[in-house]
T-cell receptor, first 114, second 112 residues
Framework: NAGVTQTPKFQVLKTGQSMTLQCAQD?????MSWYRQDPGMGLRLIHY???????DQGEVPNGYNVSRSTTEDFPLRLLSAAPSQTSVYFC?????????????FGAGTRLSVL | AQSVSQHNHHVILSEAASLELGCNYS??????LFWYVQYPGQHLQLLLK??????LVKGIKGFEAEFIKSKFSFNLRKPSVQWSDTAEYFC??????????FGAGTRLFVKA
């Protein structure tokens, strides 16, 4: 049981490049989310999903796309990277209300955009 | 809109000192409250949670938190910190549904 797995762990991009951050969970959780962590700002919700085929925007969605074709996977796409997207990105999953909305986090992806 | 405020961004303590980290939230209805911890180089993990019942909740590693509804607060405490408690601590609030709002975090450094 690996929990929440994120790849890659580190990434450097040039402005304008695109990339996909991968996230997979093996706990059969309905709910998944992407956060970015910036110094002094805590975690801010980018996008979330309440099940396969269903996604919605969080607090800071601009510049990011998501899709949820399976329960296990929830990739985050940066279409045209900008220096403002330099951050640490965390993926999380949750079993939902039956388990008190506790979230389980991946190890994070540290992204630098030059 | 919901918000979570953590009073201290950085705290430095010596081993065996007592710890209290403040957390206030803004939401008038029923809330679920969490403290998550991020040890250096590790991912966030749940420290403790409050959903209902006894407002004093106990978590892992000797941590506890008290929910005071009238003050919209959920402060984290530990009577005697250890060097291994050095980490960043996040207070979080869920007002029903999936979205959880996190505070800005408090970096705790414990001197050996």
């Amino acid at each position: 049981n690996a929990g929440v797995t994120q790849t890659p762990k580190f990434q450097v991009l040039k402005t304008g490049q695109s990339m996909t951050l991968q996230c997979a969970q093996d706990m059969n959780h309905e709910y998944m989310s992407w956060y970015r962590q910036d110094p002094g700002m805590g975690l801010r919700l980018i996008h979330y999903s309440v099940g396969a085929g269903i996604t919605d925007q969080g607090e800071v969605p601009n510049g990011y796309n998501v899709s949820r074709s399976t329960t296990e996977d929830f990739p985050l796409r940066l279409l045209s990277a900008a220096p403002s997207q330099t951050s640490v990105y965390f993926c999380a999953s949750s079993p939902g209300v039956a388990y008190d909305w506790i979230e389980y986090f991946g190890a994070g992806t540290r992204l630098s955009v030059l | 809109a919901q918000s979570v405020s953590q009073h201290n961004h950085h705290v430095i303590l010596s081993e065996a000192a007592s710890l209290e980290l403040g957390c206030n939230y803004s939401y008038g209805g029923t809330v679920n409250l969490f403290w998550y911890v991020q040890y250096p180089g590790q991912h966030l993990q749940l420290l403790l949670k409050y959903f209902s019942g006894d407002p004093l909740v106990k978590g892992i590693k000797g941590f506890e938190a008290e929910f005071i509804k009238s003050k919209f607060s959920f402060n984290l405490r530990k009577p005697s910190v250890q060097w291994s408690d050095t980490a960043e601590y996040f207070c979080a609030v869920n007002a029903g549904g999936f979205k959880t709002i996190f505070g800005a975090g408090t970096r705790l450094f414990v001197k050996a």
